[in-house]
């Protein structure tokens, strides 16, 4: 791994929002850990390592499109369209000096552009060369998705870059290849490289596309009409080549006698990254973020820290931010950090006050899980338990103010009373409705300052 100066990587921040206090006895420490990167992420600026980096470019990168060939995708004619439309659109929005390749997935995976084995290196030639073999894309086949990513991990792995990134479009379920075989192809990407997951139409199935972004740490969205799918790859694109630094961890290291009960990302979208902990260490373990450009993300700690008397302190937590480079612990540092803490006091007030921010990103964690639940159950018939669970959703979303959840609820429930939650199930719903509230369940609204 490259060493890195803080002059030339976008700059990291981290700050940390709890309450430390706990009564006598208590053991449980809840925080709210911001990161912010600045400085970097602009398209096309050039910011990193320059020894990473090509003179006069961004961040050396390597990006695979997968877009599905599959049969399905000539129902209706201009879905195969659309699909090439938009592959051409994020071609142009490769930054020069950016390797990349087109494949076509079906039940097996296939080069579209370049071919052999290789990555293009982005110029003007090769985005006008890779646009001609988009017309080559028909449709006709099966879907083995897990023989897409595959590739597509070959491909990139081939390129000594530091960003490698997937844009994967499918419009049906994965039926040519078992669930586990996709499970093990995804096992074999995780850490190489990040991928955005899109499901066009309302064919595909939801648990299928979000499992494989939340995988490989990238976003899932659903594109009803085709012909919006232009405009999302081009967001994508734009975003990927935003990106200026990879492989970024949480690092989070625990006194003896502390238990970290869980991590999870609440912002901008929910994430649970509890099992995705590698040892480094001592009492430190790293939880993968992926690339940052220019953002800021939120996460919720919460640790069991040993009970102690009245009047004590202790460090429960420190979090840092690192960019690993061994199995042993090994890493650079990005030179920010946090710490979380808990005091022991007899101030009933101060030690039951639940921090504005803790309790905001409880509640969106909840609201994800609910929508899941009250989806589930309505798909099985069981209509009262959707109704509790969706009512729930309801309340949440207005109680938090994310308007974008509580108009896509709107859309599957009847709302009576959002207040308390009281809602009636639509006797109709539009399959595209009901798999959009599912798709973006996980995102979130950030605290109201």
């Known amino acids: 791994m490259a060493n890195f100066s803080k002059s030339n990587v976008p700059q990291f921040s981290v700050d940390v929002y709890q309450n430390e206090y706990l009564p006598e006895g208590g053991r449980e420490v809840n925080a709210i850990v911001t990161v912010t990167a600045t400085g970097g992420g602009t398209v096309g ?21 997968m877009v599905d060939c599959s049969g399905s995708m000539d129902y209706p004619p201009t879905k195969m369209r659309n699909a090439r439309d938009a592959t051409a659109v994020a071609i142009d929005m490769l930054r020069d000096g950016v390797h990349f390749a087109v494949i076509g997935g079906t039940h097996v995976a296939k080069e579209v552009y370049p071919g052999d084995g290789r990555l293009a290196v982005a110029d003007a030639n090769t985005r006008g060369q890779a646009k001609q073999a988009l017309r080559r894309l028909s449709a006709g086949g099966g879907t083995a998705i897990g023989t897409w990513l595959r590739l597509a991990d070959r491909l990139l792995s081939s390129a000594d870059v530091s960003i490698r990134h997937g844009i994967l479009l499918t419009d049906g379920r994965n039926e040519h290849e078992a669930p586990e075989d996709l499970r093990a192809a995804l096992d074999s990407c995780v850490g190489r490289f990040t991928c955005d997951a899109r499901g066009v139409g309302t064919d595909w199935e939801v648990k299928e596309v979000t499992g494989i972004a939340s995988a490989l740490l990238g976003t899932a969205d659903i594109v009803a009409d085709p012909a919006a799918l232009a405009a999302d790859f081009r967001q994508m694109m734009e975003s990927a080549m935003g990106k200026e630094v990879a492989d970024v961890s949480l690092r989070l290291w625990t006194p003896v006698g502390t238990e970290i009960l869980f991590v999870k990302q609440v912002a901008p979208t929910v994430e649970d990254l509890t099992d995705r902990r590698v040892e480094a260490g001592p009492r430190a373990g790293d939880y993968p973020t992926g690339s940052w450009g220019d953002e800021s993300r939120d996460y919720h700690l919460c640790v069991r820290v040993p009970s102690a008397a009245v009047g004590q302190e202790m460090l429960a937590a420190r979090v840092s931010l690192v960019i690993p480079q061994n199995e042993g612990g090994g890493a650079h540092s990005l030179g920010a950090q946090g710490l979380v803490r808990a005091v022991w006091t007899d101030d009933m007030a101060a030690s039951t006050s639940i921090n504005p921010q803790v309790a905001h990103y409880t509640g969106q964690a909840e609201l994800a899980h609910v929508i899941q639940q009250g989806l589930d159950l309505r798909k099985a018939g069981d ?67």
């Open 45 to 65: 600026s050039a910011v990193a390592a320059p020894h990473l980096y090509a003179p006069g470019q961004g961040p050396s990168a390597a990006v695979a499109v």
């Open 383 to 449: 209509f009262d338990g959707a109704t509790a669970k969706l009512g729930r959703a309801v309340q949440l979303a207005g109680a938090s103010g994310n308007a974008d959840t509580a108009k896509l609820l709107a859309k599957v429930v009847d709302v009576v009373d959002a207040a308390t939650g009281t809602v009636r199930l639509k006797a109709k719903v539009a399959e595209a409705d009901e798999m959009t509230l599912e798709t973006r369940s996980t995102k979130t609204v950030r605290v109201k300052k």
